[in-house]
Structure formats: structure tokens, C-alpha cells
């Protein structure tokens, strides 16, 4: 958990950050290529569709950022996100077939052995990207670690990568300029191979996860933790997620307390999603089911409590015996056990009390379908307040 910043005040760091990169994605986008373009580097013009690259995945981050904020709908009941996965889907393969692009005409270049001289000034170029890149890496790395965002911590370590691609391009052109003509049209080459890796990794990301693949073992490790570390929890079971977009959803069956009250249980629950919510980063919303046993292996059906009073009413009247005030019936895997409510009868001996008691059990025992145990409650009659 973070304290100190507030959630919002972490967004918009985040946020802040992000665009940053952003902006300096264009900017290096555009300089790469016109100076790949007009001075004859494709070194530089791979790099440039590498920061292409990172432009895109920040745009799926801001987006992530703005949109997860957004509401569901009626039309997309569990948000918006999908539509990030499918711009990422559109993106890796843009990337894939331009990494594709550039590598072939590389290979084809290097093959026939004829290379452009790329201009002395394209070095600039290369040397103002990696500075930009590493000064972003350093800016972005320290937001992360403030605002603990995983999510920003990966692109952090995306620009120091992009900062070592332009290093590869500096010392291309550097090759090149020196008298080993080839060393340009390499480069070009091996970044291309980066910009087709991203490209096929950002796409069978989005693919994976419209197959709706679940979170990673470390982050299941972290909610079970979370989760068994809430009051009034005794175990978890059927515990699922799903990945949508940047965030998840979770589902899970809790074992707390079989006697609790309905009310009580539903306050375990919520106390376990607002502590899942503060705690998983990735959690967007969490979906719990209370159990009073594992029921994995399916539960059993037992009659509703309109049949049993029936048949306890019917058992009773047929024995003489007296109506109970209050019953609570507790369906567990072995059985109900029924518990039933009585006020004191004035002037009642324990013998007396416990013969009745028999004779309830008796009354009942065999009769209700299911029936396991029958418990009896003595309520002290209220005292009537002096008026
Ligand atoms: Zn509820
Ligand atoms: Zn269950």
C-alpha cells in the first residue's frame, strides 16, 4: 500500500510523467525520420519507427489512465478497457509488419552490397535521442518508485532500452561515417528485429488476454495473501481473474464462520474487497461469495425453509407441543441443523426444561427431510419496565 500521496495525487504523476514521454516520443519520431530520410541513415529511420513504437504504447497508456476512471455502462457492463487490448491487438501488428519491412530491405541491402552514406550531421540526431531517452528513464524511474505503478516502472525501463537502441544507431552511423559502409544497414537491421519483437509481444499480449488469461501466479499469490489476512476469514477457494486492459477483475468464494448472520458475512466480504482494492494494484473491482463450507466439489440442495416449518409445525402440533418463536436454520454439507427459539415458561425446573427439550428432538428427529441436529433456546422473558 501507499502512503503519503493519495490515489488521485499518484494519478496524476503518473499521468504527468506519461505525457512527458509521450511528447518526446513525437518529437523523436519526426527528427529520426526526416533525418534518416533526408541524410540517408535507415539506422535512424529503424529507430524511428521504434519511438513510433513507444508512442503507441504510451497512447495505450494514457488512454488505460483516462478510461479506467470510466464507469461502465449499460453497453459495457465491466468498463471500457477492452477497447485498449484491441488497439494494442491493431498496434502489435502495425509494428510487426514494419519491423518486418525495414529488416527485409536491410537484408536485401546488405546482400547486394550497395549502402548509402549516411550525412556527418545524422549523428546529432542519434546523440540528442539518447540523451533525451536516458534523461526520461531517470525522470520516470523515480515517479514509479514514488507512485509504486508497475505499469510505469515497465515504460521507465522502456526508455532506458530505447536510449541503448539509439546507442546502437550512434555507433552505426559512427561505423559507417568511419569507412565500414555495411555498419549502417546492421544496425538498421537489428533494430527492426527489436521493433518486429515488440510488435509480435504487444500482440500476443492483447490476444492472450481477449482469451481472458488470468493474472500471474505472483499476483495470485498476493491477493490469496491479502484475502487470508482479513478478519473472519477462514479459507478461500474457486479464486479467478481476468485481465482487462491495464487493470483486473477477481473472483473468489470466502469460508467464513457456517453460524454467522447473512449481515455479518456480507461485511466480511466488503471489508476483504475495499482491502484487495487498496492492496492489488491491478484489481479493479472484486466479485466475493461467502460459504459456510468448502463447496467446491458442489454443494447439496436442501429443502427451503417454507417446507421444514411446514413439517416442524405439523411435528409439533401433532405432539401437543408448543410453536417456536424464532428458528434459524443452518444448511450444512451434513445436514440442517435447526435452531429454535423459546421463552422461558415461568417457574420451570432444569429437569423440566430438559425433558421438553427431548421431546422437541424427538418430535422432530426423522420427520424434516435433511434434518441433522435441533438445538433449543431459553430467552429470559423481558422484565416489564416500571412505568
Ligand atoms: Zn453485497
Ligand atoms: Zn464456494
Not at 488512454?63 to 468498463?79: I, L, R, T, V
Not at 546488405?110 to 542519434?126: D, F, Q
Not at 537491421?189 to 499480449?205: D, N, P, Q, S, Y
Request: proline share 4%; aromatic share 6%; net charge negative.
Amino acid at each position: 500500500m501507499t502512503e503519503g500521496i493519495s490515489r488521485t495525487e499518484r494519478g496524476k504523476q503518473n499521468m504527468r510523467v506519461t505525457l512527458m514521454g509521450a511528447g518526446t516520443n513525437v518529437v523523436l519520431f519526426f527528427i529520426k525520420l526526416a533525418g534518416g530520410v533526408f541524410g540517408h541513415s535507415s539506422a535512424l529511420v529503424a529507430d524511428a519507427i521504434h519511438s513510433l513504437s513507444d508512442l503507441l504504447s504510451d497512447l495505450g497508456l494514457v488512454f488505460a489512465m483516462h478510461f479506467s476512471s470510466q464507469p461502465p455502462d449499460q453497453e459495457h457492463p465491466y468498463g471500457h478497457e477492452r477497447f485498449e487490448t484491441l488497439a494494442a491487438l491493431a498496434t502489435g501488428s502495425l509494428l510487426a509488419v514494419n519491423g518486418a519491412g525495414i529488416g527485409y530491405e536491410a537484408v536485401q541491402r546488405l546482400i547486394v552490397g550497395h549502402y548509402g552514406m549516411p550525412a556527418s550531421w545524422t549523428l546529432y540526431i542519434a546523440a540528442f535521442a539518447i540523451i533525451a531517452k536516458e534523461s526520461l528513464y531517470q525522470i520516470t524511474i523515480r515517479v514509479a518508485r514514488r507512485t509504486r505503478s508497475a505499469a510505469l516502472r515497465v515504460n521507465a525501463w522502456d526508455h532506458r532500452t530505447d536510449a541503448i537502441s539509439s546507442v546502437i544507431v550512434f555507433i552505426g552511423i559512427g561505423g559507417s561515417l568511419l569507412g565500414a559502409p555495411y555498419l549502417d544497414s546492421v544496425v538498421a537491421l537489428i533494430v527492426a528485429l527489436m521493433v518486429l519483437r515488440i510488435g509480435l509481444v504487444t500482440g500476443w499480449e492483447a490476444v492472450q488476454e481477449l482469451a481472458d488469461r488470468g493474472l500471474s501466479d505472483e499476483a495470485l499469490a498476493a491477493i490469496r495473501e491479502v484475502i487470508l489476512g482479513c478478519e473472519g476469514v477462514r479459507d478461500l477457494h474457486l479464486l479467478k481473474t481476468r485481465k482487462i486492459g491495464h487493470q483486473a477483475l477477481a473472483e473468489v468464494h470466502l469460508q467464513v464462520m457456517p453460524t454467522l448472520s447473512v449481515s455479518e458475512g456480507h461485511q466480511i466480504a466488503e471489508r476483504v474487497r475495499i482491502a484487495l482494492l487498496r492492496q492489488v494494484d491491478e484489481l479493479a473491482d472484486a466479485t466475493i461469495h461467502i460459504d459456510s463450507e468448502n463447496d467446491e466439489e458442489g454443494g447439496v440442495v436442501l429443502p427451503p425453509r417454507s417446507e421444514i416449518e411446514k413439517v416442524v409445525c405439523e411435528c409439533l402440533l401433532a405432539r401437543n407441543l408448543p410453536l417456536t418463536e424464532q428458528m434459524t436454520l443452518h444448511y450444512l454439507k451434513n445436514g440442517v441443523v435447526i435452531c429454535m427459539r423459546y421463552h422461558l415458561p415461568p417457574a420451570e425446573t432444569f429437569a423440566s426444561l430438559q425433558d421438553m427439550e427431548t421431546r422437541l428432538q424427538d418430535a422432530l428427529q426423522g420427520r424434516v427431510p435433511g434434518l441433522q441436529q435441533v438445538d433449543v433456546v431459553w430467552q429470559l422473558p423481558k422484565t416489564p419496565t416500571a412505568q
